[in-house]
C-alpha cells in the first residue's frame, strides 16, 4: 500500500510569517508530486508540481523535494489570511501514471 | 487554460431516482477522473478512463456507472444511492504522457442523497 503522510493540523502562523507544510511518501521510485489548496467546500486548485530534487520557486510558494529522504515540502512566505485552506500532497504513482495519491491534508491557519 | 467544468453545481436526490453528473474539458487531455470526497477527508479515486477507456475501477458499487462518451467528456450515472454516497464529486483530467502528468480539478457537483 502506497502511502502518503502529512500532518492534519491545524497549523496556525501569523500574517506575514513563513507556513512550512511537510509530506513523507512512502513509495521509494516515485518521480511526480504535487500540493493542491482546498478551501472549505471547493475543489483542490493546484499549487505547485515538483519532479527534481531541490526547490522550486513561484511567487510566495516554493516546493522542496528530497528523494532520498521521501519528503517533499511546501512553504508559504508571507502568510495570508487568504492561504488559509486545507493543503493536499499528492504523489503520482509510477507503476500506474494515471493513479495518484493523496496525503490526508494539513489544515493552515494564518491568523491576521 | 486548465479549466475542468461540471454540472450540475448541486444535486438533491431520493433513494430511486436516476441521475447523472456531467464533466467536460478542453484541455486535450486524454485521462479523466472521478472521485468522491467526503467533509475533511482527501479525494477517493472512483475511476479512471485513459483514451476513452476505463483503466481503473476501484471497486466502486454498481450503483455508480462511468461513462466517457468521448475525449471531453465524461459522465457519472447514479442509481439507487444511499444517504452515505452524499459527498462531493470531483472529476479531473490530466495528459496522458509517461512524462510530466498534472492533475486538475472542476469545480465538483455536491450530492445531498436523501
Known amino acids: 500500500q502506497k502511502e502518503v503522510e502529512q500532518n492534519s493540523g491545524p497549523l496556525s502562523v501569523p500574517e506575514g510569517a513563513i507556513a512550512s507544510l511537510n509530506c513523507t511518501y512512502s513509495?521509494?521510485?516515485?518521480?511526480?508530486f504535487f500540493w493542491y489548496r482546498q478551501y472549505s467546500g471547493k475543489s483542490p486548485e493546484l499549487i505547485m508540481s515538483?519532479?527534481?530534487?531541490g526547490d522550486k520557486e513561484d511567487g510566495r510558494f516554493t516546493a522542496q523535494l528530497n528523494k532520498a529522504s521521501q519528503y517533499v515540502s511546501l512553504l508559504i512566505r508571507d502568510s495570508q489570511p487568504s492561504d488559509s485552506a486545507t493543503y493536499l500532497c499528492a504523489v503520482r504513482s509510477e507503476d500506474n501514471f494515471n493513479k495518484f495519491y493523496f496525503g490526508s491534508g494539513t489544515k493552515l491557519n494564518v491568523k491576521p | 487554460d486548465t479549466e475542468v467544468t461540471q454540472t450540475p453545481k448541486h444535486l438533491v436526490m431520493g433513494m430511486t431516482n436516476k441521475k447523472s453528473l456531467k464533466c467536460e474539458q478542453h484541455?486535450?487531455?486524454?485521462?479523466m477522473y472521478w472521485y468522491k470526497q467526503k467533509a475533511k477527508k482527501p479525494p477517493e479515486l472512483m475511476f479512471v478512463?485513459?483514451?476513452?477507456?476505463?483503466?481503473i475501477n476501484e471497486s466502486v458499487p454498481s450503483r455508480f456507472s462511468p461513462e466517457c462518451p468521448n475525449s471531453s467528456l465524461l459522465n457519472l450515472h447514479l442509481h439507487a444511492l444511499q444517504p452515505e454516497d452524499s459527498a462531493l464529486y470531483l472529476c479531473?483530467?490530466?495528459?496522458?504522457?509517461?512524462?510530466?502528468?498534472?492533475?486538475?480539478f472542476g469545480p465538483g457537483t455536491r450530492l445531498l442523497v436523501l
Open positions: 515538483i519532479y527534481s530534487n
Open positions: 479531473a483530467s490530466s495528459q496522458d504522457l509517461t512524462g510530466l502528468k498534472t492533475q486538475y
Open positions: 513509495d521509494r521510485v516515485s518521480q511526480s
Open positions: 484541455m486535450g487531455h486524454r485521462a
Open positions: 478512463y485513459s483514451y476513452e477507456k476505463l483503466s
